[in-house]
């Protein structure tokens, strides 16, 4: 008896030492999240009904204000997906039991051929960067409501997501029509990250060009997988430059950043890429990335908060 009840205290003890270890913005601190559906932005156009949709998750239970928020932003080439997709499901909930506020957003789809046109690429990435923009604005009109600290907008995105979270902190509208109308020109000193975005999450995604990173000094957190044929891991014959080139170049810029490679995996983190369906591992592999991202977000951020223990 006396063996049961020492084995029952030993157990007791490490479960709560375990709690107590659970840093906010960096682990599972709360049980459960929320999610609020379908608000609007901004305004839909004429054929887009659900654009400028946006899904917020919270942490259930949570009071703080202040709190740093994610805005997920969904793949598909920027011709499919929405942000009610497995993966904005999976990292909504999962960011938000770490306790950011987790934005999930629709933006306009192309109406061309975006998938196999590189021209429709870089326009249909384009309109998704104003939209992303559009997004922003709103949060910060609405923070007080949302709880949320401005200073601290996280952008973030898988695939075609993630190459709209990256262009539209280190590129610009003129610099991106230049790369396919030339005649177009960039002005001297083009602004810049005007969303003031404090950090991205690359899961996956690429950037056109990696002399763009030197005009921002915002930290980047990489995933991708090395036989990536979709969205390559370093670059390929078009201008799109994966995660292993984006993290030469901002290593050698100085620009905090780190990138997790998965060995032998292909895109979406899948063994064999299929946009239809993803199994439990592939599942797994997307919540692993979140973890990783959440470990760098909170160290490079100085995001320190008391532990939160349940």
């Not at 919270?58 to 997906?81: A, C, Q, T, W, Y």
């Not at 996956?204 to 990536?228: C, E, F, M, Q």
Request: charged residues 25%; hydrophobic residues 40%.
């Amino acid at each position: 008896m006396k063996f049961f009840r020492l084995l029952l205290l030993t157990i007791t003890c490490f479960s709560e030492l375990t709690a107590q270890d659970k840093v906010k913005y960096r682990d599972l601190v709360f049980e459960s999240s929320t999610r609020k559906k379908n608000i609007y932005y901004g305004e839909p156009g004429a054929g887009r009904p659900k654009a400028y949709l946006m899904d917020i998750y919270n942490p259930e239970g949570d009071s703080s204000l202040n709190r740093p928020v994610i805005v997920l932003m969904h793949g598909g080439g920027f011709k499919l997906g929405s942000k009610s997709n497995s993966r904005m499901k999976i990292w909504g909930r999962r960011f938000a039991r770490m306790g950011y506020v987790c934005v999930s957003i629709n933006y306009r789809l192309s109406k061309k051929k975006p998938l196999s046109r590189f021209n429709d690429l870089v326009e249909g990435c384009l309109e998704a960067t104003e939209d992303a923009g559009i997004a922003v604005g709103y949060l910060k009109r609405n923070h007080l409501n949302l709880g949320i600290d401005t200073s601290k907008i996280i952008m973030a995105g898988h695939s075609a997501g993630a190459m709209i979270a990256l262009q539209i902190v280190y590129s610009s509208p003129a610099e991106m029509l230049h790369l396919i109308k030339p005649a177009i020109a960039v002005a001297a000193k083009p602004e810049h990250n005007r969303e003031e975005i404090a950090a991205v999450v690359n899961f996956w995604g690429a950037i056109y060009d990696t002399t763009w990173l030197a005009n921002a000094r915002v930290p980047i957190v990489s995933v991708h997988g090395s036989k990536d044929r979709v969205v390559p891991i370093n670059f390929d014959d078009t201008p799109m430059f994966g995660s292993a080139a984006i993290h030469r170049e901002a290593t050698r810029l100085s620009i905090p950043n780190v990138l997790k490679i998965y060995e032998g995996k292909g895109h979406e983190l899948q063994r064999h890429f299929n946009p239809l369906y993803a199994g439990s591992v592939a599942r797994k592999r997307w919540r692993e990335a979140a973890d990783f991202a959440s470990s760098f977000l909170y160290e490079t951020l100085y995001i320190k908060t008391v532990a939160h223990t349940r």
